[in-house]
């Protein structure tokens, strides 16, 4: 109730009344809800635009469990659809929690690089692992824009989706921690991808 509530807060000021947010590959986003969305990670502006640009569907954010050490604010984040996860020991419920919202026709948020960076970093493969146990597919998103909070009130901000990607389909002869790294590296293409068109686009504008 939350999320739909601020989302449609959020989606009334930045995207319509002050049209400060531009979604590009809207014809990529699947049909249905159960898919992972990954997107690179500057700042917490993407997370909020990214929720935006996808409603009224909700995204649930993998989330660092320091942020849930206080009562009232972890309670805040689930209310928003975020779930904890011990980045440093990474236990069974790192993948059960993900695998069975997505197979409960629910959206999964994650941030493959694992961390705000404006920097090019090998990116962490709990994205494509996560997918491919579930076998749904990936919607890989790049944004470009602010970086501040205050921003998203000042400044134009773009997302644009690439074509989903597939994580039942290999090459043959993979193994399984191969087809891992076969996924993660067609994210880490695409998004470098998405990123270069979108500049582009703004760029022309």
Do not use: W
């Amino acid at each position: 109730m939350l999320y739909k509530l601020i989302g449609s807060i959020l989606d009334f000021i930045i995207a319509k009344r002050l049209k400060n947010l531009e979604v590009l590959g809207q014809e990529n986003k699947p049909k249905t809800q159960d898919y992972l969305v990954t997107c690179n990670h500057e700042s917490y502006n993407e997370i909020v635009l990214l929720g935006v640009a996808l409603l009224p569907n909700q995204i649930h954010f993998m989330a660092k469990q320091e942020l849930f050490q206080n009562k009232l604010f972890g309670q805040f984040l689930s209310s928003l659809n975020a779930f904890p996860v011990n980045r440093e020991n990474p236990g069974p419920s790192t993948l059960k929690v993900p695998v069975k919202l997505l197979n409960s026709n629910k959206t999964v948020g994650i941030f493959p690089s694992g961390r705000r960076t404006t920097e090019e970093v090998p990116l962490k493969r709990g994205a494509a692992t996560i997918a491919m146990l579930a076998k749904k597919p990936i919607l890989p998103a790049a944004y470009v824009g602010p970086t501040k909070l205050l921003g998203m009130l000042t400044g134009k901000a773009y997302i644009k989706f690439g074509e989903p990607i597939d994580t039942t389909v290999f090459p043959e002869g993979l193994k399984r921690q191969e087809k891992v790294e076969y996924i993660t590296k067609q994210i880490s293409e695409r998004t470098k991808q998405l990123q270069q068109e979108l500049n582009t686009y703004v760029n022309e504008k």
